[in-house]
T-cell receptor, first 117, second 115 residues
């Protein structure tokens, strides 16, 4: 069963507007972490933001925020004031068993975001 | 300073050959990983080492053998390369000390093309 689902293969957003990238997950582990990574066309994987299952508040990092809805098992990434440099592929990932050292990330299929000038 | 480095960045080889990819991290992390990204951009864990000990070994053909000479290095050796091995291979590292976040830092990737 797919543990991380990103239903939007591709998204467009106008420069300076906000955009939400969807991510839903499935786990029975009460301790888990959710991560978002950005992969620009150059290929590297860049860590953006993290949300722990026990965190009371939604995570924010600059223009990135994570809309965490635990009951719905969703962890959507919100990018505010989009910039041309935000054009990239975005991956949602989950790590189960927080607090252990067996930290494999399970990735979603990715969403390609294109920012239009 | 490069945190996680991989060599080579590109690797083109013929079917049946044996090749290695090297990874080094200078972050002082205890845990290192190998991920494979296929042609559809799907990323999947292959292996993970914590302090030179293999802790994750996903369903990967025996032709793939990771080796960790010390906790700063994790190499990937592939025997008898097949066309389906063509992919981008990412090395990553994380503190791996049971921390809650244990953010993984990725290397630049090695694009392997088997002809």
């Amino acid at each position: 069963a797919q543990k991380i689902t990103q239903t939007q293969p591709g998204m467009f957003v106008q420069e300076k507007e906000a955009v939400t990238l969807d991510c839903t997950y499935d786990t029975s582990d009460p301790s888990y972490g959710l991560f978002w990574y950005k992969q620009p066309s150059s290929g590297e994987m860049i860590f953006l933001i993290y949300q722990g299952s026990y965190d009371q508040q939604n995570a924010t990092e600059g223009r990135y925020s994570l809309n965490f809805q635990k009951a719905r098992k969703s962890a959507n990434l919100v990018i505010s004031a989009s910039q041309l440099g935000d054009s990239a592929m975005y991956f949602c990932a989950m790590r189960e068993g927080l607090g252990s050292n067996t930290g494999k990330l399970i990735f979603g299929q990715g969403t390609t975001l294109q920012v239009k000038p | 300073d490069t945190a996680v480095s991989q060599t080579p960045k590109y690797l083109v080889t013929q079917m049946g050959n044996d090749k290695s990819i090297k990874c080094e991290q200078n972050l002082g992390h205890d845990t290192m990983y190998w991920y494979k990204q296929d042609s559809k951009k799907f990323l999947k864990i292959m292996f993970s080492y914590n302090n030179k000990e293999l802790i994750i070994n996903e369903t990967v053909p025996n032709r793939f053998s990771p080796k960790s000479p010390d906790k700063a290095h994790l190499n990937l050796h592939i025997n008898s390369l097949e066309l389906g091995d063509s992919a981008v291979y990412f090395c990553a590292s994380s503190p791996g000390q049971g921390g809650w976040v244990d953010e993984q830092y990725f290397g630049p990737g090695t694009r392997l093309t088997v002809t």
